[in-house]
Antibody, heavy 119, light 110 residues
């Protein structure tokens, strides 16, 4: 079945850029009707959608993060990536990648990866 | 910046029925589908209900969703110990042009 796996540094310094990759296995990232998204969860807090991308490269972002976020896709590697610039301690969170049914639900989700912003 | 409001906690004894509310506005719940996610301790969220009241394959029929106006509810009947988790509602928001999540509800089985 479809599986997603996040990867990237677990520690990022303040003001630097957070970079994560999500590798999709068991299915093609180029499937029609599906977007691919990033969601984060600060420790002990709720979920926040970051942004989503279609295999063609079309993106849409959370307005509150839009100025700092870039999501890209590499169909040859069946991966999509997240870059979040100018990070602060408030960006410390578990970052999840997930498949999105259009503008609908997210399923399945990756296991998540904790990124800590600290000097 | 959760746009959808949920009670922070809910509880019940095994076998009881527990209901979780999710309050939104005309730009999200009022005009779009509602989804529910279950997050067991230390794990990633899992889709529990989609399009207001539909259950994905494998989700027990003890879980049911409903929507009325700008609010939605998740009901868990025949509460079991393995239902102890955080539950989040979600919807598309037309004003934000993005996905929004609820504040989350922690369900405790007494």
């Amino acid at each position: 079945q479809l599986q997603l796996q996040e990867s990237g540094p677990g520690l990022v310094k303040p003001s630097e850029t957070l970079s994560l990759t999500c590798t999709v296995s068991g299915g093609s990232i180029s499937s029609s009707s599906y977007y691919w998204g990033w969601i984060r969860q600060p420790p002990g807090k709720g979920l926040e959608w970051i942004g989503s991308i279609y295999y063609s490269g079309s993106t849409y972002y959370n307005p509150s993060l839009k100025s700092r976020v870039t999501i890209s896709v590499d169909t040859s590697k069946n991966q999509f990536s997240l870059k979040l610039s100018s990070v602060t301690a408030a960006d410390t969170a578990v970052y999840y990648c997930a498949r999105a049914k259009g503008y609908d639900w997210f399923d399945p989700w990756g296991q998540g990866t904790l990124v800590t912003v600290s000097s | 910046q959760s746009v959808l409001t949920q009670p922070p906690s809910a509880s019940g004894t095994p076998g009881q029925r527990v209901t979780i509310s999710c309050s939104g506005s005309s730009s999200n719940i009022g005009s779009n589908y509602v989804y529910w996610y279950q997050q067991l301790p230390g794990t990633a969220p899992k889709l529990l209900i989609y399009r207001n009241n539909q259950r994905p394959s494998g989700v027990p029929d003890r879980f049911s969703g409903s929507k009325s106006g700008t609010s939605a509810s998740l009901a868990i009947s025949g509460l079991r110990s393995e239902d102890e988790a955080d539950y989040y509602c979600a919807a598309w928001d037309d004003s934000l042009s993005g996905h929004v999540f609820g504040t989350g509800t922690k369900v405790t089985v007494l």
